[in-house]
């Protein structure tokens, strides 16, 4: 068990064969003995290598996590790839830690490694050592649904973990707008149409957004199985917009990127000259 030790601040570091522990945090704030600033050597000891492959992690190897992980959010901004080799060495020796491997779930997503993040968000909610807090538990289902639909995986899936998000977001007393919102998406992805005007209407009451409100007023499928129920959504259709008309939303001047789908009714040959206007 080989480990960097420190005397005064300027004195030459000495290497020291000891007892197998992590060296105190003053240590780690001031050494020299690494110009790479390599992550293990010198500083990581057999224990707690083997601390790190156990099911569960004692306080300091949690400790180690937390500064590894502090360290790479540091640097997130100037060395991206950096940070993630931070993270990757936190998510090893604390791989049943949930909140460490969201984070490195986080930092995996926002540089588009999105099945690496996909599969470290998945690690992170299986996590039995340190179960998430309610603010990472929603926010991480939140993004495994939407992988998942980004991924093109099972539409049905996506919507019951974004179900789960919001009914996680609830139970915390967080905001649910935002999995409402992406569940509705999941629901439309799914061809479950009827449902997904719904949520997208819950989304937009709770958020208070005017532009969301007239996009899920104004929503309307990509098919239809059948006239009838085509001629359903052209009255929804109508009626939304005299409702928008007779109380207009105060809109953003952004209001121009708005999607109002009326085309998709043309091409059914469902759209007249008052509808356009």
């Known amino acids: ?12 570091p000495r290497r020291q064969v000891g007892a197998c522990w992590l060296k105190n945090v003053r240590a780690l704030s001031v050494r020299k003995a690494d110009s790479s600033e390599s992550l293990v050597s010198g500083f990581v000891t057999r224990r707690l290598r083997e601390e790190g492959q156990s099911s569960s992690s004692s306080s300091a190897v949690r400790r180690y996590c937390s500064n590894l992980t502090r360290r790479a959010r540091r640097r997130w901004e100037e060395e991206r790839e950096k940070s993630l080799e931070i993270m990757q060495t936190a998510s090893f020796f ?17 540089t588009r490694r999105t099945e690496e993040a996909l599969a470290r968000y998945q690690q992170a909610l299986r996590a039995t050592s340190s179960p998430l807090g309610k603010k990472t538990l929603v926010s991480v289902l939140n993004n495994v649904g939407l992988l998942l639909l ?4 099972s539409a049905e ?4 973990t974004l179900k789960r998000s919001a009914e ?6 967080e905001s649910t707008w935002v999995p409402l919102f992406n569940r509705a998406r999941a629901l439309e ?15 937009a009451a709770m958020s208070g ?6 996009d899920s007023k104004l929503f309307l ?28 939303p105060s809109l953003p001047p952004s209001s121009a990127l708005l999607r109002v789908p009326t085309s998709r009714l043309s091409l059914q040959d469902m759209e007249d000259v008052e509808m356009s206007r």
């Open 209 to 214: 957004d005017a532009m969301l409100e007239v």
């Open 168 to 173: 996680a977001a609830q139970a915390g007393n």
């Open 221 to 248: 499928p990509l098919v239809y199985r059948e006239e009838e129920e085509m001629l359903r959504w052209r009255k929804r259709f109508m009626r939304n917009l005299k409702l928008l008309e007779d109380n207009p």
């Open 150 to 153: 980004l991924l093109g995986r």
């Open 189 to 203: 992805a799914a061809g479950e149409y009827e449902e997904a005007a719904e949520m997208y209407e819950r989304a």
């Open 94 to 110: 604390c791989r049943q830690e949930g909140k460490f491997l969201a984070a490195h779930g986080w930092m995996l997503e926002r």
């Open 157 to 160: 899936d996506a919507e019951e």
């Open 1 to 12: 068990c080989v480990f960097w030790t420190f005397g005064k601040k300027n004195r030459r």
